[in-house]
């Protein structure tokens, strides 16, 4: 059977794995669809639905399955509705985040294969920047990332953006061994199928986002501050309120002009690295603040190091980069 790692796929593919393995277990086990509903309603605090598709044949069988789009935007605790339909037809997961350039150019290719295909395979787009328990239960290593559920059977597939030759190359072996497990029915769009529930943020949050996609980064900023007063504890509005701040801080920057620039002083330095996070290059802005980190003297050591936390906050804990960047400055700290 074949194999992802195979020849003709390029090395960087991070994250790809033998599916024919798990997915021979999961039908041996006949188990896979209920593990993967408990990880999915363990990371969400929701119970598993029938949810927004319907299916009329079983694994094995060939028929249709009902859906309300070929590409869906799902909250975490939507997963867990597609797991009996990944028994019928393929489901891949894309685990996309606004913290890089490629992801939207990820998005655009899978959308445009998932849309060629005409129903051989269905896409599911998730925040991986808000979805941390899905990340780890997919082993993903780095955001943006695609993987795939296959008789219930959660697989890591690929990490980074692809050429769409590369991404039709994945979905020709995902088919493959679909049929080869007995997944060989196809999606059919149909405008009447129960459309899936918006999913519903806290009032704080929402105040935030619907700020920055108006450019009010200093109300979302805002907002994001007073959800921490409210609630210490909220991971997410922290991570929200590092991004907020670092949009804001860049908002009305030359980006250009910055990168092309000497950085000769600590305010210079923090400013190349939020534009460098910005643009998606957060190796090489932590790099710049570890370097002059280094260097300085106690007092910039502390700004830059508050700096550097709050822009790890922004990568986010599955980008490699950000394993480095605390590696390097454990041992610069001692």
Do not use: C, W
Request: overall charge negative; hydrophobic content about 40%; aromatic content about 4%.
């Amino acid at each position: 059977m074949s194999n992802f790692s195979g020849p003709g796929l390029p090395t960087s593919m991070g994250g790809a794995v033998d599916l024919s393995a798990l997915v021979n277990r999961a039908r041996q086990q006949n188990t896979a669809q209920d593990n993967t509903a408990n990880v999915a309603q363990s990371a969400s605090g929701q119970n598993n639905t029938t949810g927004s598709t319907t299916a009329a044949a079983g694994p094995g069988q060939t028929g249709t399955v009902r859906v309300a789009a070929l590409v869906q935007d799902i909250a975490p605790a939507g997963l867990a509705k597609f797991v009996k339909v990944s028994e019928k037809v393929p489901v891949l997961v894309e685990f996309h985040t606004v913290r890089s350039e490629g992801s939207a150019a990820l998005s655009r290719k899978l959308v445009a294969e998932v849309n060629r295909r005409g129903g051989e395979v269905l896409l599911l787009r998730l925040d991986g920047d808000s979805a941390g328990q899905l990340v780890q239960a997919f082993q993903i290593q780095g955001l943006p990332a695609v993987a795939a559920l296959l008789l219930g059977q959660p697989v890591p597939m690929f990490n980074g953006d692809q050429e769409p030759e590369v991404i039709s190359q994945v979905f020709d072996k995902l088919l493959q061994l679909a049929k080869e497990n007995g997944v060989s029915q196809v999606a059919q769009v149909d405008a009447d199928a129960p459309q899936p529930e918006e999913p519903k943020l806290p009032p704080r949050h929402q105040a935030a986002q619907d700020a920055i996609e108006a450019g009010d980064y200093a109300k979302a900023v805002s907002e994001y501050e007073a959800a921490l007063r409210e609630a210490p504890a909220d991971v997410l509005a922290a991570t929200g309120l590092a991004q907020a701040g670092l949009l804001l801080r860049t908002d009305n920057l030359d980006l250009q002009k910055v990168l092309s620039e000497p950085s000769t002083t600590l305010e210079s330095v923090l400013q190349k690295a939020d534009v460098l996070a910005v643009i998606g290059q957060f190796e090489k802005s932590f790099q710049a603040l570890l370097d002059t980190f280094e260097v300085a003297d106690k007092e910039d050591r502390e700004k830059l190091r508050g700096h550097l936390l709050e822009l790890f906050k922004v990568a986010g804990s599955t980008d490699p980069a950000v394993a480095q960047a605390r590696t390097r400055l454990t041992n610069l700290l001692y």
